[in-house]
């Protein structure tokens, strides 16, 4: 489904991505992660458009967008949930979901896909009418996905969806994630909990200073002594 190879890219003079290749096959959950500052985030962001590629390839669907803009890259099913989740705190529930479907043009697509969003998130149909910036964390990262969900996304980028959140809410976003993917989804998961999100992943990728320096099956990266080190804790036990 995600071919990238090869791929660099960065902000003005500042080369932050050294030729990373990876690669996500439908149906995958497939996770990268990472210190702070190791290039997730503007791995996300390139493949997205929101970042210009400075050389490399990133293909998607057998279409290759490494230049096509954003809106396009969305267009052909391929949706980004942002780190912060970026929504927007004037605007009311639906509000902020149907900026989400701005790309769907058929009114009754746009219905049943609300419909689908309030059936798995009920709590985003309790608080349709309250605005954004008034929900809890938690319902701010599930109105995040909700959102990205509304463009009817063949692939799901998730970037840091526990950042901020309780453990009891962290869980509960995992389980969603693992829904997702039953109901067909394929999604790129970047996430500073490495441990949870290898336990959830089809494989993993391992990001430093913008290099994959390592990918394997996660149940093997979970057990993998440098990763255990470096990312699980010296006393993480499976």
């Not at 391992?206 to 149940?219: C, F, N, R, S």
């Amino acid at each position: 489904m995600l071919s990238v190879k090869s791929l660099e890219s960065g902000y003005g003079k500042l080369r932050v991505l050294k030729g990373i290749s990876m690669q996500i096959d439908p149906g995958e959950i497939v996770t990268i992660i990472g210190a702070n500052g190791a290039g997730k985030t503007t791995l996300l962001n390139t493949i997205s458009g929101i970042i210009k590629a400075t050389s490399g390839e990133i293909e998607f669907n057998r279409t290759k967008i490494s230049n096509f803009p954003a809106e396009k890259i969305v267009k052909l099913g391929c949706s980004l949930v942002p780190e912060g989740r970026q929504i927007f705190n004037t605007l009311t529930v639906k509000e902020n979901l149907l900026i989400g479907s701005h790309t769907i043009k058929n009114s009754q697509i746009v219905k049943s896909e609300l419909n689908n969003i309030y059936n798995l998130f009920p709590v985003l149909k309790d608080r349709i009418n309250q605005l954004g910036g008034t929900l809890s964390g938690g319902e701010q990262q599930m109105l995040a996905i909700g959102r990205s969900l509304m463009s009817k996304p063949k692939l799901i980028m998730l970037d840091e969806p526990s950042t901020g959140l309780a453990p009891l809410i962290i869980k509960n976003i995992f389980e969603i994630i693992i829904k997702l993917k039953e109901q067909g989804n394929t999604i790129l998961l970047v996430e500073q909990n490495a441990k949870a999100a290898l336990r959830i992943a089809d494989r993993g990728y391992v990001i430093e200073t913008g290099q994959i320096v390592l990918e394997d099956k996660a149940d093997a990266l979970l057990r993998n002594d440098e990763v255990q080190n470096a990312y699980l804790g010296k006393e993480y036990k499976k």
